[in-house]
């Protein structure tokens, strides 16, 4: 279908690359957001210094940074029309994706426990949105990989629907590159 | 962008649904293209949408107006009190949030989606059904803001705080009624909106032009609405944080602007107009686009300086991006701030400048019609460079430091706004009128209702200024009497109804010309009224459903104009065909069309719903996102294979139907194999 | 499919694969080296070199996941120019709202300048504004 277009590529990929492009504007609000927050608490204030856990984090972080691996290795497979692996692949880039936010959900219940809720001071907020932000669109991404394991299921995702997969593969990249964004800048620029 | 000429599966949709092996998910199968509402409920047909845009655009337009008319009867006289202050900060509030978000941005949308398109030679849109979900999203977003005048008591939750909505003026604390969380969400879902037409149209334009439609050779106005879409498509997600984190404050106690905890109010300020400003060419782009069309068809000129055109657009959508701190200059950004954004907002006059001078270019020397399009567009080039000089003005910061709050800034956004898109858009329905509807608007009513529209416009907003530099100050609800503002508001009012009278003369001409086209008494408008110039009238009118009937291979800008004329030996121009000869008639029913769907409209509407939910009840949010979810689980297993053909198989609905095939059988033998 | 096809495609997934293998062991080494700037010995480095290395690894690991798994090295130029042209607005845009709300107040103002305006002029004159939109020779 690709090459029935002006640029040769096709509609659905190049409208997943314009969205992703959108897309760092509004991390881009977000992370700015935090920067300029983070430090506006008080001095008994919790703040990300004692807050952050970095072995955890790392852990996580590194879950993700395979997840995006796997993916990958799922729309290769599926490319060679290896069906079976590519749902092996599949199943494990959700599994992997779902450990990262179970991790967050985790995170968070700690640092509430900790002390820091939401509306606490606006380290807190400003925290618990980014990385809430983030997390959901995980999420988004887990139901989109678990709806096309379901798909390849049913045997409707053959090498011949390669490209939705690759799509998703794209979106859920993004996510793991925002991650390393947010992992660097968040969590280990010195407090 | 393949168009199957002489299949044999045609539109017939019967056959169609007999080769489509099952049900889509659910009990719901396609609509099948019919007539009546349904027709237009669950079409994907661009054009279909694109007037659907145009029409709600207008009647949020006049809803927008009804508002400015009560504020400028609460101005007319000193110590007025038709409206008291609480309802006027809501009535103004209301007029900027419709008028920007629900009337002129749609408007622009209206011309993106019939036109775009059509003047690149495509069938579709490349996103047919996202390109519907666009359009009710935005009108279930633009009737969850209206709704806040109803819900709760009449006036009692409609937003208060300007279109802007400066914090810490939001928050909970000094704007307890639930006025700002409908306006916070509601923009969110037309946001939404906005940033899925623009990923929509940005492929189109990019990906589905016509065989030798270059980039540099496509209409100007396809030009500017695709970088209007562009400014969408990145200045959306930053209003949306801002929204959002002012929703999270609102509902859920958040502290991003909460002074107490050391927050910093500017925050809004600077994510506001971020995308403020870029929205303010998203504005004013297609109307310059509109009358880049018109200009040069009455000059009977091709455009004047085609590539300055198309780059200037593009240094404005690029410097937009560095301007928004002017709004800010009165915030106490700090000295650094004030003086780069004197200087990049000077600077961005330039390109502006360039596009005036090429309109006035373009008809110096032409052979200029007036006809009522004409008009508009030559009364934009003259009201747009009043506005853009006082923008100027606002570039000093010094001055602006006097100017801000007062009317003269109403004056100057009025004068561009008013003066520069919404006259541009009325030339544009004057032009693309015959086109769309196949007979013309009435041109006595039409230049008639011009001149009443803009004398009003320049007896309504002129003044301001006056009474601006003389200190009225603006979003006050009135004025004492001996302050010297008397007579200027007086004549603001009476342009105001002037404006009102000219929209309803728009209006009933509509209704007049319609009767009489359909008694007869009018001719049909043929395919090309106006010897026009680019590929939109290169076939019938009203448009056929498949828009062209065969490909059209593009050699030059202006195609479909040097299809119809050539020069002879001496150089002269002469007429090598009629436009009746050359266009399409619209006869080629072997096309396949996208297949109208229920989806976009269910998954639609389930956003408003959350929005109810987020303010009144969460047990909501999860009915309106389940709703959301079917939607979306039902378009997209729609499934591919329905020969009626789905979002992007239709342009290639053969080869996709085989691959499917293919696709089956390797499944099966990789079943068997195993 | 026949069986034959089968062990090849068991013997060669990891060698077809191994391009986007290696290039998640480096990612992961990247990210190892990244967790061990936070351990105390190397804590105690002047801040602004551990951002500099910081953000050094993170572009890295931002461009290999970009460039490899994405695909943008292979596939067609418009979905690189899409994305950088977000990032290319995102990039000043933010930093200078963040300069004008009083982040990074130490920096000197030709300085904040050039970090605005040097990374984007940077990337965007290396991928060119030169758009070639396509004249569908495709069709």
């Known amino acids: ?191 | ?674 | 499919m026949s069986t034959t096809e089968e062990t090849q495609i068991e013997e060669s997934w990891v060698k077809q694969d191994w391009i986007y293998i290696k290039t998640a062991l480096i990612l992961g080494a990247f990210t190892a080296i990244e967790v061990f700037t936070y351990f105390e010995s190397v804590h105690n480095a002047p801040e602004w070199l551990m951002v500099v290395t910081l953000s050094f690894l993170m572009v890295i690991k931002f461009f290999l996941v970009a460039a490899i798994f994405m695909h943008l090295r292979d596939d067609n130029a418009v979905f690189t120019k899409m994305m950088v042209m977000g990032m290319c607005i995102a990039w000043p845009v933010y930093f200078v709202m963040a300069f004008a709300m009083g982040f990074l107040p130490n920096w000197n103002v030709i300085i904040k300048v050039l970090f605005l305006f040097l990374p984007p002029a940077i990337i965007g004159s290396w991928l060119g504004f030169s758009f070639k939109g396509g004249d569908g020779s495709h069709h």
């Open chain 2, 1 to 674: 962008m393949a168009i199957v000429e002489n299949e044999e599966t045609t539109l017939e949709l019967e056959s169609g649904e007999e080769k489509s092996a099952g049900k889509p998910l659910g009990a719901l199968t396609r609509p099948q293209g019919g007539n009546g509402w349904k027709d237009w409920l669950f079409t994907v047909d661009h054009k279909k949408i694109g007037i659907m845009y145009g029409a709600a655009g207008l009647l949020f337009f006049v809803i927008g107006g009804v508002y400015a008319l009560f504020v400028r009867l609460q101005l007319s006289r000193p110590g007025n009190s038709i409206l008291s202050a609480e309802t006027y900060n809501q009535v103004f509030t209301m007029h900027g949030v419709v008028m920007v978000f629900l009337a002129a941005i749609p408007l622009g949308a209206a011309f993106a989606n019939y036109l775009i398109p059509l003047q690149i030679g495509a069938r579709d849109v490349a996103f047919p059904r996202l390109n519907a979900f666009s359009f009710w999203v935005f009108l279930g977003g633009g009737l969850f803001l209206l709704s806040s005048m109803f819900i709760g008591g009449w006036w009692e939750n409609a937003p208060d705080g300007g279109w802007f909505a400066y914090s810490p003026n939001t928050g909970v604390l000094f704007s307890p009624s639930k006025g700002i969380d409908f306006f916070a969400i509601g923009l969110q879902i037309t946001g939404i909106a906005s940033l899925v037409g623009a990923i929509n149209l940005i492929v189109t334009v990019l990906n589905m032009r016509s065989p030798g439609m270059t980039l540099m050779k496509m209409p100007v106005l396809t030009w500017m609405l695709f970088i209007t879409q562009l400014l969408l498509l990145f200045a959306m997600p930053v209003i949306s944080v801002a929204l959002f984190l002012l929703t999270f404050d609102r509902l859920f106690d958040a502290n991003f602007f909460n002074v107490a905890e050391g927050a910093d109010p500017l925050l809004w300020q600077h994510l506001f107009w971020i995308f403020g400003h870029p929205e303010v060419y998203v504005l004013i782009l297609p109307s310059f686009g509109v009358i880049s069309e018109i200009i040069p068809t009455f000059s009977r000129k091709p455009i004047f300086g085609y590539p300055f055109m198309v780059f200037s657009g593009i240094a404005i959508g690029f410097m937009g991006w560095g301007v928004w701190a002017h709004h800010m200059f009165a915030s106490g950004v700090g000295p650094v701030a004030v003086a780069a954004f004197s200087v990049s907002t000077m600077f961005i006059a330039v390109p502006t400048g360039v596009k005036i001078l090429n309109w006035l270019a373009t008809m110096w020397g032409g052979r200029i019609r007036f006809t009522t399009p004409m008009l508009y567009a030559t009364s934009v080039v003259a009201m747009f460079t009043i506005g853009g000089l006082s923008g100027v003005t606002h570039s000093l910061a010094a001055a602006d430091t006097q100017q801000t709050d007062t009317y003269y800034i109403v004056a100057h956004f009025h004068y561009v706004i008013f003066g520069g898109i919404i006259l541009g858009f009325f030339g544009g329905f004057y032009f693309w009128w015959p086109k769309i509807f196949g007979y013309f608007l009435s041109e006595k009513i039409g230049k008639s209702s011009f001149w009443v529209m803009v004398i009003g416009f320049n007896l309504t907003f002129g003044p301001m200024h006056i009474l601006g530099l003389q200190g009225m100050s603006r979003r006050i609800q009135t004025y004492s009497e001996g302050q010297g503002f008397d007579l200027w508001n007086m004549v603001s009012t009476l342009g105001a109804f002037m404006i009102a009278i000219a929209t309803a003369m728009f209006v009933a001409n509509t209704i007049i010309s319609r009767r009489a086209f359909k008694a007869g008494k009018t001719p049909a408008a043929g395919p090309d009224p106006w010897d026009a110039r680019s590929l939109e009238w290169m076939t019938a009118s009203p448009v056929p459903e498949h828009n062209f009937d065969e490909v059209i291979q593009v050699e030059r800008q202006d195609e479909f104009w040097h299809r119809k004329w050539g020069r002879n030996e001496e150089g002269q121009v002469v007429r090598l065909a009629t436009a009746e000869e050359v266009a399409h008639d619209g006869s080629n029913t072997n096309v396949h069309l996208p297949a109208p769907s229920y989806w976009p409209l269910v998954a639609a509407a389930g956003l408003p719903i959350v929005g109810y939910g987020l303010i009144y009840n969460l047990w909501l949010c999860v009915l309106g996102g389940l709703l959301i979810l079917g939607g979306l689980y039902g378009w997209v297993f729609e499934p591919v294979d329905d020969p009626n053909a789905d979002s992007h198989d239709h342009h290639d609905d053969q080869t996709e139907g085989t691959e499917l095939v293919e696709g089956d059988e390797v499944l099966d033998q990789e079943v068997t194999s195993e």
């Open chain 1, 1 to 191: 279908m690709s090459d029935e277009t002006t640029l040769g590529v096709s509609n659905d990929k190049l409208g997943m690359w314009v969205f992703l492009g959108s897309d760092c504007l509004l991390f881009g609000g977000l992370i700015s957001t935090y920067m300029l927050y983070k430090d506006r608490i008080g001095p008994d204030d919790l703040g990300a210094e004692e807050m952050f856990d970095i072995p955890f984090t790392s852990v996580s972080s590194f879950v993700l940074l395979m997840s995006s691996l796997t993916v990958v290795l799922a729309i290769t497979a599926l490319r060679r029309n290896d069906i079976r692996r590519s749902r092996i692949w599949l199943l494990s880039t959700a599994i992997l994706g779902a450990i990262f936010v179970g991790g967050q959900v985790y995170e968070f219940t700690v640092f509430y426990r900790e002390g820091l809720g939401y509306t606490t001071n606006l380290f807190g907020t400003a925290f618990f949105t980014l990385t809430g932000f983030h997390g959901v669109h995980v999420t988004v991404g887990i139901i989109f990989l678990m709806s096309m394991y379901i798909q390849s299921m049913r045997g409707k995702l053959t090498s011949v629907q390669e490209e939705r997969l690759e799509i998703i593969g794209l979106y859920w990249h993004f996510v793991d590159v925002v991650w390393i964004v947010i992992f660097t800048i968040v969590y280990l620029f010195p407090q």
